[in-house]
């Protein structure tokens, strides 16, 4: 079928921009995936799941620019025993980054892959992407497939002793970067990994996560405080029987971020949480599009997104639990929640179930409003000042995101930055 | 210590004037209480001493220490030494009760040019005055008055007066909903605060716990105004009588 012509020349225009790393046995994979972007074409706002975001400047071959800020500000993990993999503009440096041996764990760069004609993922690798093009497209995951210049593969074999930090440099302000990670984790075996830091201008950003029954994966993302960011990334998590992935972002700033996740639970018993804390000012908007989807017994999945709005500032929440026929003893819990701190900030939310299965628990809220003024007046009529009262019912709203990273030292640096962010908007 | 002054006070959002000309004077060391009947305006007077928004006030005063309260913030309030125990204290998720009590206290400290307490001093202070209220460290833990009883809430309340050390407390309504045993805790909290230099204006509709707090002075409130006042014989005619014959007495 032939595309809409507008939609048609977007997507020429960028794919010509574009060339593909050849070789190796990725190739076939990002040959395929080409294949379905040619096919369905890069989204525009007249795709009903671009409804709230508009994806031109997502889709355009020429990234618009975007300062680099200096925050002055020590890299969000850099208090932490871990290993530290570091991308700048999206290349990968090896000057600034740590050796990558560390027992439990292999941690490979996805560009030697070009010279590899076996490796496990191979199986992983645009396959966990493919799997979530429906019921939904997601064009720019495919496009990510095809053209990703780099990444890191990680096979999770036991239990790593430090944390894997991929760390991201903003150094050009006009750099488009696209990074493809892949990450295996094996029966029994358990890892986190961090993410954090502007990662280029436009940055787009792929991890296709296996766990294999009894595997657990904790993931933390913070995507950095420049201001004029734009963000597409793609979660794609394959869950086996008894794992557990649970992921949190934190979004401050940036003008544009569309953060997808796409979740599958194929083995019984298994849990996964999304979790997301965002703060934004202005010229900013923010979009948690999240897709879940069981199809397995007494799997219990968890999506609680928050987002602080001031100035103008936009939210958008899509999220999705769909249970299928024979999916019994789903739990699936899903809430998004604004906090407009003015009139002018909007948010923006599409909950949806989609249920097959009769003995299922699911349920879902979505809510937007302002501070609590009874609770802002008796912080106050205890002393506390109202810029300061003001903070900590924000923070406190913000709370039942964090609280669902496990890792109390992470979720305290989490909610050092957005007291931080906070305080200097007072 | 506190002195109110002719003080009218309206709606913000209509047209409704709630007090109608308070007159009250409580001078330091002494303990007022406010009886009155339902509607009368005794909560109203409460959160216009305390800065709540929503009310206006269309004539009047009322100073504390010589310092005009009205203009001022409720933290300004806070500052100089106003405390109000609310009447439905308010849940905050998400706050736990710890961090809240030290905020506040440290805030006040600050905005008083005093030193901030260290957290390992705070806590023992703490720990020790919650303990006299039988406030487990549990409660102190969770975010602030979710969850807990409405006894429990009053207790929270008494221990955040304790923490601020106030020079006016104010206390509405602090005995409902408290058994034999919390109400006797609740008293012998504000007992201890009993000094000098420090007032009470104790608004309550039962003798009861007056029996406990032994007040110097106490006024009937009625339809926005103070329409009798006495010592604490006028608080067990009250408990006897109800307040037709008061009112009646001054219609
Ligand atoms: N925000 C408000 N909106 C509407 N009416 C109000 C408001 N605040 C107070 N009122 C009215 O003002 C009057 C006085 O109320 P207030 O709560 O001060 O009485 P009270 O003496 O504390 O009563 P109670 O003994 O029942 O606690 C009541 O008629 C009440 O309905
Ligand atoms: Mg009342």
Redesign the pocket.
């Known amino acids: 079928m032939a595309l809409p012509e507008l939609k048609q020349s977007t997507t020429e225009a960028r794919l010509a921009s574009l060339s593909m790393p050849a070789g190796g046995c990725l190739e076939a994979a990002r040959r395929a995936a080409i294949s379905r972007v040619q096919a369905t074409g890069l989204p525009d706002r007249r795709d009903e799941y671009w409804k709230y975001t508009r994806p031109d400047t997502l889709t355009v071959a020429e990234a618009p620019k975007a300062a680099v800020f200096d925050s002055g500000e020590e890299p969000m993990f850099d208090a932490f025993d871990r290993i530290k993999i570091v991308f700048v503009d999206g290349v990968f440096d090896a000057a600034a980054s740590d050796d990558l041996a560390l027992e439990g764990v292999s941690i490979e760069r996805l560009a030697d892959l070009a010279g590899k004609d076996i490796h496990w993922s191979k199986d992983i690798y645009g396959v966990l992407e493919a799997r979530g093009q429906s019921p939904v497209e997601r064009p720019l995951a495919a496009l990510n497939t095809g053209y990703a210049t780099d990444g890191v593969v990680i096979h999770v074999t036991g239990r790593p002793s430090k944390p894997i930090n991929l760390v991201y440099r903003h150094q050009s302000d006009s750099s488009d970067a696209m990074l493809h990670h892949v990450v295996k984790v094996d029966s029994g075996a358990e890892a986190t990994i961090l993410e954090n830091g502007p990662a280029a201008s436009r940055f787009s950003h792929v991890m296709e996560i296996d766990i294999a029954d009894t595997g657990t994966l904790h993931l933390v993302r913070a995507q950095g405080r420049d201001h004029e960011l734009r963000n597409a990334t793609h979660l794609f998590a394959r869950l086996g029987r008894e794992s557990v992935f649970k992921s949190f972002t934190l979004t401050v700033n940036g003008v544009l971020t569309r953060n997808e996740a796409v979740i599958e639970f194929l083995g019984d018993d298994a849990v996964a949480h999304v979790a997301g804390a965002c703060v934004g000012d202005g010229d900013f908007h923010h979009d948690d599009t999240v897709f879940v989807t069981h199809d397995a017994v007494n799997c219990e999945s968890r999506q609680v997104f928050k987002k602080v709005l001031r100035n103008g500032a936009t939210g958008v929440f899509q999220g999705k639990i769909l249970v299928k026929e024979g999916a019994q003893k789903t739990d699936g819990y899903q809430i998004s929640q604004s906090l407009l701190l003015d009139d002018d900030s909007q948010f923006l939310a599409k909950p949806e179930l989609e249920i097959y299965a009769d003995d299922v628990a699911c349920s879902h809220g979505s809510t937007s409003g302002a501070i609590d003024e009874d609770g802002l007046f008796y912080l106050r009529s205890r002393g506390v000042p109202e810029a300061e009262a003001t903070d900590l019912m924000t923070l406190a709203f913000l709370a039942e995101a964090v609280e669902e990273i496990d890792s109390d030292d992470i979720a305290a640096s989490i909610n050092d930055r957005l007291y931080g962010w906070l305080a200097r908007r007072r | 210590m506190l002195e109110i002054k002719n003080l009218h006070v309206k709606?913000e959002e209509e047209d409704?004037q709630?007090l109608k000309g308070v007159n009250l004077t409580v001078e330091a060391g002494k303990v007022h209480a406010i009886m009155?009947p339902?509607?009368?305006?005794?909560?109203?007077l409460s959160y216009v001493l305390a800065g709540k928004d929503?009310y206006e006030v269309t004539e009047g005063s009322a100073t504390l220490a010589g310092e005009e309260l009205l203009e001022l913030e409720p933290e300004e309030r806070a500052a100089l030494g106003v405390f109000l125990a609310f009447?439905y204290p308010v849940e905050i998720p998400g706050v736990g009760n710890m961090t809240f009590l030290r905020t506040a206290v440290n805030a006040q400290r600050k905005a008083r040019g005093e030193e901030e307490l260290s957290a390992s001093d705070f806590l023992k202070v703490v720990r020790e005055k919650a303990k006299t209220l039988k406030i487990d460290a549990d409660m102190l833990k969770r975010p602030v008055n979710v969850g807990f009883s409405g006894g429990e809430k009053k207790r929270n309340e008494i221990l955040q007066m304790a923490m601020l050390e106030p020079k006016m407390c104010i206390l509405d309504?602090t005995d409902s909903g408290l058994d034999v045993d919390a109400m006797k805790l609740v008293a012998d909290g504000v007992n201890a605060l009993r000094d000098e230099g420090r007032g009470f204006l104790v608004i309550t509709?039962y003798q009861r716990l007056l029996d406990h707090i032994k007040p110097d002075v106490v006024h009937i409130m009625a339809d926005g105004r103070i329409i009798k006042t006495g010592g604490p014989e006028l608080a067990l005619e009250v408990e006897n009588n109800g307040y037709a014959d008061i009112l009646a007495e001054v219609a």
Do not use: D, P, V, Y
Not at chain 2, 38 to 44: D, E, I, Q, R
């Open positions: 709606l409704k709630i009155g339902n509607g009368s305006g005794k909560s109203t929503g009447q309504e509709h």
